[in-house]
Each structure stands twice: as structure tokens, then as C-alpha cells.
């Protein structure tokens, strides 16, 4: 037996629809990008902490970049320029994350000082007990 083949028209019309189809899935998919939304999240969260750790007094520059960033993220986003706010988004974070550890270290170093001059008094006390016996 032999198969009869559908009419150029409809083959052509089925080729045609395929292509369609194809190319408005394409559209679909280059037309709605998707905000960096973990990466905003998470330099949010680090400019929280960082403000919680009290960067603004003791790194206050790292925190305005940080701040800086994430708006310039947001801007990005509502200009649907995807790449760019996640770049944004990522260095706002690290640029908080920057100031807490700027703000750890500032602290840690009152904390040496402090504990030196207890130590400078313990001494000075113990030779004064010496002197007295």
C-alpha cells in the first residue's frame, strides 16, 4: 500500500506554525527576565546586619556603599536590565559585609586596648602589694 503525503499547503502551513511557535517561545523567554531576587535579598540582609553591629559608626563609608549599590540594583531591576542589578546586588552586599568586618575589627582592637590597661593596673597593683609586705 502506499501513503498519500498532505498537500504542499498543509505541510507548509504546519512548517510555518512550527516556526511560529518556536520563535514566540524565544520572544517569550527573551522578554521577561527574571530579577535577581536571592542576590537582593541577600545584600538587604547584610546591610541589616551591618547596621546592627553599628557599621554606621565605625564604617560608615562601607555601609553608604553598600546602600549606594542596592539602590542602584533596584534601579536596575525596574529598568528590567537583569545583569546589571545582580552585579549591583553583589557588591552592595560585599561592601556590607565589608563594613562588618570593618566594624569587628575596630571593636576587637578597643577590646585589646582595654584589656592592656587592665593588665598595665593588675601589674601595678601586684607591685604595690609586693612593696608593702
Avoid at 542589578?85 to 571593636?107: C, D, G, P, W, Y
Wanted: with cysteine.
Amino acid at each position: 500500500m502506499h501513503k498519500s503525503q498532505p498537500p504542499v499547503f498543509l505541510r507548509r502551513l504546519f512548517a510555518a506554525t512550527g516556526v511560529a511557535v518556536v520563535t514566540l517561545m524565544v520572544v517569550a523567554c527573551a522578554s521577561a527576565p527574571v530579577a535577581p531576587t536571592s542576590s537582593l535579598t541577600a545584600a538587604r540582609d547584610a546591610i541589616a546586619s551591618a547596621e546592627q553591629a553599628d557599621a554606621r559608626q565605625h564604617a560608615g563609608a562601607e555601609l553608604d556603599e553598600a546602600s549606594r549599590k542596592l539602590a542602584q540594583a533596584e534601579r536596575a531591576v525596574a529598568d528590567e536590565k537583569m545583569v546589571e542589578a545582580e552585579r549591583f546586588a553583589e557588591q552592595s552586599r560585599i561592601a556590607a559585609e565589608l563594613a562588618i568586618a570593618r566594624t569587628a575589627a575596630v571593636k576587637a582592637a578597643e577590646i585589646n586596648r582595654q584589656m592592656g590597661r587592665d593588665a598595665d593596673a593588675l601589674n601595678e597593683e601586684m607591685k604595690r602589694m609586693g612593696e608593702q609586705r
